[in-house]
């Protein structure tokens, strides 16, 4: 049988890193933590339809975070080289940020995610949860359930620093909502992570917006509005 354990906060010990918050510069640093940035040992979710600027706002965060000096990671399902190049090309600042191409390593998905993973970033984004978790059950004749836990459980993994470097992996997880404006996911993948945030599009201009539906480090009732130029991300900020 298991050992089943039972603690008080009182007999937690944790480096005082992860308390330390990452600062990307922008107002996105207003509501992605109380303490003012991204926190480590955390896990969130980035939703929105498709063409709400998911990604664009999730490679801006880490080219960001890459200036400041954090080791981030990009792991793309859904482009290839040649669709990133042209993608830098339109958006000079995120030809920073290191990518890993999951379509390179299908067939090995699980074993290669670990291998990479065990490296120790800082900060790790997934476009998109969706394409992951479809590759997961196709290779490995499993059900959606079991890819979600997979794909939990590693993240639980470098979020505790069970890496090579001991780093308190922060990861952010892109994931699409329905024509209905629905969550594309599971209620656990939802409730499992630490945060939750929604991307809007305004259909009459090029304005978006950003807010967390949940979030353990930070409140819910502040809203950072981005457009997406020619070249660059450029943000605002307000309040609810």
Known sequence: MEKIRIVCGKDLNFNDSILS????KSELDVI????G???PATNMVIAGGAGSG?????LDMLARLTAEGYKTLFISAEMDEIG?????????AIASVPVFFVKNHVDTLAQTLLTVLDEGYDVVAIDSVAE???MFKDVYKTTEVAGERWLLELQDKHKMGRNKTNTHTCFINIQQVTKGGQFAGSNRLKHMTDAMAIIKRDVDTSERSLQFEKNRDGNTDQVVTFRITSDSVAYGFESI
């Open 32 to 35: 992605l933590s109380e303490s």
């Open 132 to 134: 992951i978790l479809g």
């Open 54 to 58: 998911k990604t664009t706002l999730t």
């Open 84 to 92: 990133y190049f042209k993608y830098c090309k339109r958006l000079p």
């Open 37 to 39: 940035g991204l926190m």
């Open 21 to 24: 918050p990452m600062k990307t």
